[in-house]
């Protein structure tokens, strides 16, 4: 039965959003996370791209499809609320990392990050990963019982140690990993409370663990002249001489390690399950990276890699590594003929976005040629495949992301052949990021 999320002033020509709260205490919770595509489906063709539901302990608005992440991404007005939306999730564990600052602070903390990856810089973080990609692979062969998951985030999390702070965790990779993959998994916690054993006290030890490691190295950064992201924020400053402060550095390092390893495991991962299923794309860019005839790409190298490039396109359209993005209302909304109301919650969703048959023919078939120059399905609408989010808060390390995958899937090709079985189908785990609910385990062949 559709409820109104709130009421509306009677001379208003606004609308009350529809939609209901689901079953009593977890709303649509289980639902939205065991079945996203699914749910959101019935929702859209019952109440259209604005509803409301209650969901991990808040009432939400749902906005859904291209005209919707448009009109939130682009947040003309200063309307919505980064840090207001992503702070009840995360805001614990990724304190006022860059994508949790709004607005004139946001802009000025993101123009002295971008000095982090300018073209020149990324040169420099690409030529360091081809060796220890290099390195990083040789022995996936000699692993029993191989899984995509563990193996390939293990790598990205070396490289993104040796390029953003300039050397090799060694002993510590194991706590700084784990470390890692309790604060993500602890935002969508049902128990959002320090009890002992559960994920939100498990991310806020996650946590004190990161914060530490990083405080622990930051004067010897201070001094450094070295080239690593970690000693770049340390010297970055605006022309008028401002700085990051010891506080803003290990708040972005966290933030950024997280997101430099985590969207790449889970987008690498999605390309080892799609390449597994259709051979003939693995054996194209295979092909594609022969031509090459080396071993390390170099930054001009990349154009050349189109194949890979439209590959990973398309797995991030099956599998966007941020599957919702919320924000809170900072002033009364309207929408689409609706109020939305100051101080609400909303979220919009590129996972589901990528889906919608209205803009994507044959949404569930892995086709990375929709991304070719002669069809470019994408440009059907500008806010059609968002997986880097867009607008001001638009990822900024979209470039190094591109970058990295393309550097590891080619030496990867190069390399190995893998496989699953025909029937094998890959589960999702939605709980916070997607991953491979099982691992991905494949069968690896050595060329």
């Not at 689901?22 to 065991?34: D, E, Y």
């Not at 749910?39 to 539901?53: E, H």
């Not at 939100?200 to 002249?225: I, M, N, Q």
Request: a neutral charge.
């Amino acid at each position: 039965m559709s409820q109104p999320f709130s009421s509306v002033p009677a001379n208003s020509h606004l609308k009350a959003i529809p939609g209901n709260r689901g079953l009593p205490l977890i709303g649509n919770t289980l639902a939205l996370m065991k079945d996203p595509i699914g749910m959101t489906r019935k929702r859209y063709d019952r109440y259209g791209p604005i509803s409301w539901t209650s969901a991990f302990g808040l009432r939400l608005v749902q906005m859904i499809g291209p005209d919707a992440n448009q009109f939130v991404m682009l947040n003309r007005g200063d309307l919505f609320s980064n840090h207001d939306g992503w702070d009840y999730f995360i805001g614990k564990f990724f304190h006022r990392g860059i994508m949790l600052l709004d607005f004139d602070e946001h802009k000025w903390h993101r123009k002295i990050m971008q000095q982090a990856f300018n073209r020149d810089v990324l040169k420099g973080y690409l030529q360091r990963m081809g060796p220890h990609i290099e390195a990083g692979l040789q022995n996936w062969q000699d692993i029993p019982d191989f899984h995509v998951l563990s193996a390939v985030k293990q790598l990205t999390l070396d490289l993104a140690t040796d390029v953003f702070m300039g050397y090799e965790l060694g002993p510590e990779a194991n706590a700084i990993n784990k470390a890692f993959i309790d604060t993500v998994r602890a935002g969508t916690a049902l128990v959002r409370a320090n009890v002992p054993g559960g994920r939100w006290a498990k991310g806020l030890k996650g946590r004190k663990v990161l914060e530490d490691f990083f405080r622990k190295e930051l004067p010897a950064k201070r001094t450094s002249k070295d080239s690593d992201l970690f000693s770049v924020l340390c010297h970055a400053s605006t022309e008028d001489g401002h700085q990051f402060s010891d506080d803003d550095v290990v708040n972005h390092m966290i933030f950024l390690m997280m997101a430099a390893h985590d969207t790449s495991t889970i987008t690498l991962s999605t390309l080892f399950y799609y390449l597994a299923k259709h051979p003939q794309w693995q054996e194209r860019l295979r092909e594609e990276s022969l031509a090459l005839n080396k071993t390390c790409i170099e930054y001009d190298d990349l154009a050349s890699l189109e194949g890979i490039g439209m590959a990973m396109k398309e797995a991030l359209r099956l599998c966007a590594p941020v599957p919702s993005m919320p924000r809170r209302t900072v002033r009364d909304v309207e929408f689409n003929g609706y109020l939305i109301p100051k101080g609400s919650f909303i979220t919009i969703s590129p996972y589901f976005t990528h889906f919608m048959e209205e803009y994507w023919p044959e949404p569930n078939k892995f086709d990375p040629d929709r991304f070719s120059e002669e069809r470019r399905e994408d440009k059907i609408h500008p806010y059609a495949w968002v997986p880097f989010g867009g607008g001001a808060h638009k990822c900024i390390g979209l470039h190094f992301a591109e970058m990295q995958v393309k550097a590891i899937l080619h030496q990867v090709l190069l390399n190995y052949r893998w496989s699953v079985p025909g029937d094998y189908e890959m589960p999702v785990d939605l709980t916070s990021l997607p991953v491979p609910a099982d691992g991905l385990p494949v069968k690896l062949e050595r060329l």
